[in-house]
């Protein structure tokens, strides 16, 4: 069963802006630091950014002062803002959920930077 749901990927400019959102159960997200991993084609997944249950945040190097992850506890959803959009942040952009016991993911939404 796919519990997570990730939307708001699509097709965005080189140096533009995507927001993307993770919903995930209730009981899942309470207990768990949600992340944001990409898997572009010939390249293994990588951890983008994650947000620990009590807010601490880590961020790539490769995205660092571009991407902001940020939870809202009461919508038990997490999200990914995206902006000076680069062609090499083009992938498949994975939500999970790690509660330290159980890990979750989504299906995935499609990023594409490209002008």
């Known amino acids: 069963q796919v519990q997570l749901v990730e939307s708001g990927g699509g097709l965005a400019q080189p140096g533009g802006s995507l927001s993307l959102s993770c919903a995930a159960p209730?009981?899942?997200?309470?207990?768990?630091?949600m992340g944001w991993y990409r898997q572009a084609p010939g390249k293994q997944r990588e951890l983008v950014a994650s947000?620990?249950?009590?807010?601490?945040?880590y961020y790539a190097d490769s995205v660092k002062g571009r991407f902001t992850i940020s939870r809202d506890n009461a919508k038990h959803t997490v999200y990914l803002e995206m902006s000076g959009l680069k062609p090499e942040d083009t992938a498949v952009y994975l939500c999970?959920?790690?509660?330290?016991?159980?890990?979750?993911w989504g299906r995935g939404t499609q990023v594409t930077v490209s002008s």
């Open positions: 209730e009981s899942i997200f309470v207990a768990s630091a």
């Open positions: 947000i620990a249950v009590a807010g601490k945040t």
């Open positions: 999970k959920a790690d509660s330290g016991m159980n890990w979750n």
